[in-house]
Structure formats: C-alpha cells, structure tokens
C-alpha cells in the first residue's frame, strides 16, 4: 500500500476516493504498520491533528489522531459505537479541504472500537478535542467531508469564496 503524501495533491479535495466509503482493512501486518507510520509523518507535516486513508489515496478503514495534549493513535476498522445526545459546535478544517475553516456540530462525546496497529482491539471513550477528531476522520471512511455537515447556503457561500467546485453530496 504505497500512501500519496498532501503536499503533491493539492486538490485533493475533489478526488473521488474522498467520495468512496473505504474497505476493512483486512491484515494488520508490516504493510499497514508502515502506512501507520507514514500517516503519522503526513499528519505531523500537514500540521494536523487526525489523518485517514482517503485522504493520503488508501480507501481502507484506517486513520491517526494525535489531538491536543493527546497521544499519537490509530485506528484500525473503527466502529462508533455510542455517541452523547448533547453536541457541541466547534471550528474544523480538514487537510483535504484546505483554506476552509467552518463551526461543526457534534455529539460532544463518543465510545469507539478499533484495532490498533499491534493488532489489539480496544474500546476508547473520548471527549472534547479527541472526539472531535475521531467523528472527522471517521467521517472519511464513509465519504463524508465536514463541509457536507454545514448548513447547504453556508457551504455553498464557503465554497463560492474558494472558488471550488460546489460538488459535495
Ligand atoms: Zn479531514
């Protein structure tokens, strides 16, 4: 699995593997241990907080966080199995969409199950900045950019700014 980096893919935002819900990732070996620790680097360069695979060319279920006085992790066929009834509204960017900055509401906490990159499942419940990112980058998996969870005259009025393609489903 040979990951594209950020920085040669500028436009990447309107690439359709964004638009595709990624597969189960299907063997956690050396292979996607490396994509972890690319991924990782990717994050870091783009100064970012969370990374998934669409956006690096990989259509699997993969991504990284390190969020705010957070750890470095990954996760691995992650399912979000719980998530609060109170939201928050909170600024996102994404790295896929760059130069946009919009106020998303999410459930403020969640429970996720994940394999990590030694192949051990675990079940994480995270507030705050952690399950913020963990919805965003869930949110690739499926083919979901933050822009499609904004109010449709907002985006549009966004997008318009940007000049971009008002392509979004
Ligand atoms: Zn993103």
């Not at 956690?28 to 990374?51: F, P, S, Y």
């Not at 009025?157 to 940007?162: S, V």
């Amino acid at each position: 699995m040979k990951i594209i980096s950020l920085e040669s893919k500028p436009g990447l935002a309107e690439g359709e593997i964004l638009r595709e819900k990624a597969k189960p990732v299907k063997d956690i070996n050396d292979e996607i241990r490396d994509t972890a620790r690319e991924m990782v680097q990717a994050m870091h360069r783009g100064k970012g907080v969370g990374l998934a695979g669409p956006q690096v060319g990989l259509s699997r279920r993969i991504f990284v966080t390190h969020a705010d006085k957070d750890e470095i992790r990954v996760f691995i066929n992650p399912s979000i199995i719980w998530t609060s009834q109170e939201e928050t509204a909170c600024e996102e960017g994404c790295l896929s969409v760059p130069g946009v900055w919009a106020e998303v509401k999410r459930p403020g906490k969640v429970k996720v199950q994940a394999w990590n990159e030694k192949g051990r499942a675990f079940t994480l419940e995270a507030a705050g900045a952690l399950a913020r990112v963990i919805q965003h980058e869930y949110d690739h998996l499926e083919g979901i950019l933050f822009i499609d969870r904004i109010g449709e005259s907002k985006r549009e009025k966004l997008l318009a700014r940007l000049g971009k393609s008002k392509k979004t489903r």
